[in-house]
T-cell receptor
Framework: GAVVSQHPSWVICKSGTSVKIECRSL??????MFWYRQFPKQSLMLMAT?????????EQGVEKDKFLINHASLTLSTLTVTSAHPEDSSFYIC????????????FGSGTRLTVV | GNSVTQMEGPVTLSEEAFLTINCTYT??????LFWYVQYPGEGLQLLLK?????DKGSNKGFEATYRKETTSFHLEKGSVQVSDSAVYFC?????????????FGKGTTLSVSS
């Protein structure tokens, strides 16, 4: 089945630094990638939608200059948290939709970001 | 607009008990409906799905039937195991909107004790 690999699974960084999270579709072409943020014991909050080769579409209230999304190829999307602060600490999950998975969305395993 | 409402948790059951997690939705047309499961510290795994009315999705002993008349997609399992302890999310994909994000319910935590 469709597999999405997300790395790193966890990362600790210092305030003010930037962190990049990668999401790769291993066996299908991900025309669309979704990035979510999940707070403890809560549901997923959609941050942005990206289509390969296009600029990402951000949800209201999500700072596009802080959460940089790149979807340069059909198998790779990245989320960079710039100038991270402790309040950015969260669980980030990507999801990919491709031409071969019209009725399902494959999720990465998530990245636990802790900013100290 | 489109939305998903699922029962509040946590749901606490003993092993081999019957499970029902209610999910209702609001959407135009015929959305696709999904149940995802999330184990601690992990991403979401597709549990089952249904794409049209009266379809029944099933997997690993779980099942859910797409009921258009009641706009529901309740998750059931006849005999739960400790290993089923996780958070369950009901979600929909809006009709005729390929490439848009899933809309999730708030999640229901299931805890099964032996």
């Amino acid at each position: 089945g469709a597999v999405v690999s997300q790395h790193p699974s966890w990362v600790i960084c210092k305030s003010g630094t930037s962190v990049k999270i990668e999401c790769r579709s291993l066996d299908f072409q991900a025309t669309t990638m979704f990035w979510y943020r999940q707070f403890p014991k809560q549901s997923l909050m959609l941050m942005a939608t990206s289509n390969e080769g296009s600029k990402a579409t951000y949800e209201q209230g999500v700072e596009k200059d802080k959460f940089l999304i790149n979807h340069a190829s059909l198998t790779l999307s990245t989320l960079t948290v710039t100038s991270a602060h402790p309040e950015d600490s969260s669980f980030y999950i990507c999801s990919a939709a491709g031409t071969a998975s019209n009725y399902g969305y494959t999720f990465g395993s998530g990245t636990r970001l802790t900013v100290v | 607009g489109n939305s998903v409402t699922q029962m509040e948790g946590p749901v606490t059951l003993s092993e081999e008990a019957f499970l029902t997690i209610n999910c209702t939705y609001t959407a135009t047309g015929y959305p696709s409906l999904f149940w995802y499961v999330q184990y601690p510290g992990e991403g979401l795994q597709l549990l089952l799905k249904a794409t049209k009315a009266d379809d029944k999705g099933s997997n690993k002993g779980f099942e859910a039937t797409y009921r258009k008349e009641t706009t529901s997609f309740h998750l059931e399992k006849g005999s739960v195991q400790v290993s089923d302890s996780a958070v369950y999310f009901c979600a929909l994909s809006p009709a005729n909107q390929a490439g848009t994000a899933l809309i999730f319910g708030k999640g229901t935590t299931l805890s099964v004790s032996s």
